[in-house]
């Protein structure tokens, strides 16, 4: 048995476009037609339904809700503001808070308005500017009500995925457009932490929480060689930390969100540095149970991954971790083998804050559809009635107690 500290996050994490339905504006909307893929359509019906969603979460003792704005829904044509998006928003953070339960608001979860895709997305220089108009819209609203802020969710997901492997909109398979992009997405999250904070000051209210949430893998060597130390050395500081880094040397890093899944097997049999990148392991001698969509289950890799986090000497918040399974007692394994890896972090001197599960609810998995079940709630896609499911309660007894039997 383990105790978490009193004031703990627990909680579970969404994102707009996978669990609102209907974003239209977005441009995974006309993408996923394009594509042919399925659409992610009236997806969960979150934007509706959002009221019973909130006593679902309260009703399971989460006393934090990780969520996104939609950036196509706030600014659905260039320099258009919809005042009733943002009346929306604000009434879901309201409805969060009235339940006391603590908002932590992302800015940028892979999504954007069609109209800037147009102009290049965030290959665009002007991308910064826009980012900035759009966060100071949304900001000086909601500014009073919340605290923690994400700009920009897992930016090395989002430009390897959108821009270098060409496997979500807009498919650009550049690396000139790749290597703009994270510069655009590193500059346009410093110009936002400085904004929000500015908007704070300007308020006159307490100084907001600003961090990004980034995707961080346990890198571990298939084989012990020297090619393979080298790679592992590598990919830790290209992958996990290099903009962990330099978000903090710049100054904009008040706390880390941390999304962990899974474990990148490294194995690497040229000194070519696309092999010391990239070349994962063939024949893997140390197979471990997998989630629905194979990736392994690693629970030791999530203590190795917050220890590394502990020179920045700034709090961390999870602010994803989770699986896609059929089998939900394996979800429950999956929470609570990772949850003991997070207090034995906190026992080792990181300062983790919270816990946000992924997901609150299925919900659209972006280029897999609606087929991986991330959710503590099952949702039926026919009816979209929500079940809890059992790990979710099991999971609640944690966030009641702060005391998880390992
Ligand atoms: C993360 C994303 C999130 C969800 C999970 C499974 O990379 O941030 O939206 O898709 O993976």
């Given at each position: 048995?383990?105790?978490?500290?009193?004031?703990?996050?627990?909680?579970?994490?969404?994102?707009?476009?996978?669990?609102?339905?209907?974003?239209?504006?977005?441009?995974?909307?006309?993408?996923?037609?394009?594509?042919?893929?399925?659409?992610?359509?009236?997806?969960?019906?979150?934007?509706?339904?959002?009221?019973?969603?909130?006593?679902?979460?309260?009703?399971?003792?989460?006393?934090?809700?990780?969520?996104?704005?939609?950036?196509?829904?706030?600014?659905?044509?260039?320099?258009?503001?919809?005042?009733?998006?943002?009346?929306?928003?604000?009434?879901?953070?309201?409805?969060?808070?009235?339940?006391?339960?603590?908002?932590?608001?992302?800015?940028h979860h892979f999504t954007n308005p069609i109209w800037l895709s147009a102009k290049g997305g965030w290959a665009d220089q002007g991308c910064i500017k826009y980012f900035l108009r759009y966060c100071d819209f949304v900001v000086r609203a909601l500014g009073p009500q919340v605290h923690f802020w994400f700009t920009i969710n897992e930016p090395t997901i989002y430009l390897s995925h959108a821009f270098l492997w060409g496997m979500w909109p807009p498919q650009a398979r550049s690396f000139l457009k790749t290597k703009a992009v994270h510069d655009h997405l590193i500059e346009g999250h410093i110009e936002a932490y400085r904004l929000i904070h500015k908007i704070y000051k300007e308020l006159n209210i307490a100084a907001p929480a600003v961090s990004i949430a980034q995707h961080m893998q346990a890198i571990v060597s298939c084989a012990p060689s020297l090619k393979n130390r080298l790679a592992v050395a590598l990919r830790e500081q290209w992958y996990n930390l290099e903009i962990l880094d330099q978000l903090k040397k710049r100054k904009a890093l008040d706390f880390i969100g941390v999304n962990y899944y899974s474990r990148h097997l490294v194995?690497?049999?040229?000194?070519?540095?696309?092999?010391?990148?990239?070349?994962?392991?063939?024949?893997?001698?140390?197979?471990?149970?997998?989630?629905?969509?194979?990736?392994?289950?690693?629970?030791?890799?999530?203590?190795?991954?917050?220890?590394?986090?502990?020179?920045?000497?700034?709090?961390v918040i999870i602010a994803e971790n989770g699986i896609c399974t059929i089998d939900d007692h394996e979800r429950w394994e999956y929470i609570r083998d990772h949850l003991t890896q997070v207090h034995r972090a906190i026992e080792q001197g990181v300062n983790v804050k919270g816990y946000l599960y992924w997901s609150l609810m299925d919900n659209f998995e972006w280029a897999y559809g609606f087929a991986p079940r991330f959710g503590l709630i099952d949702v039926n896609y026919n009816t979209h009635q929500r079940t809890v499911r059992d790990s979710a309660k099991k999971y609640a007894q944690v966030c009641k107690t702060g005391i998880l039997e390992t």
């Open positions: 048995m383990v105790q978490f500290p009193k004031d703990f996050y627990w909680g579970a994490a969404t994102s707009s476009y996978q669990v609102e339905g209907n974003n239209v504006n977005a441009d995974w909307w006309p993408w996923e037609k394009k594509v042919g893929r399925e659409n992610s359509g009236a997806a969960c019906r979150h934007y509706e339904l959002y009221q019973q969603d909130f006593d679902l979460i309260k009703s399971l003792n989460h006393n934090a809700h990780r969520l996104s704005i939609e950036w196509s829904r706030i600014e659905p044509k260039e320099g258009e503001f919809s005042q009733e998006a943002l009346q929306h928003y604000i009434d879901v953070i309201a409805a969060l808070r009235s339940r006391n339960i603590e908002p932590m608001v992302t800015l194995d690497v049999h040229s000194w070519w540095i696309g092999n010391l990148l990239m070349e994962t392991c063939q024949v893997n001698n140390h197979p471990l149970k997998k989630n629905f969509l194979g990736w392994d289950i690693y629970p030791e890799g999530l203590h190795h991954v917050l220890l590394n986090l502990k020179k920045y000497n700034v709090p």
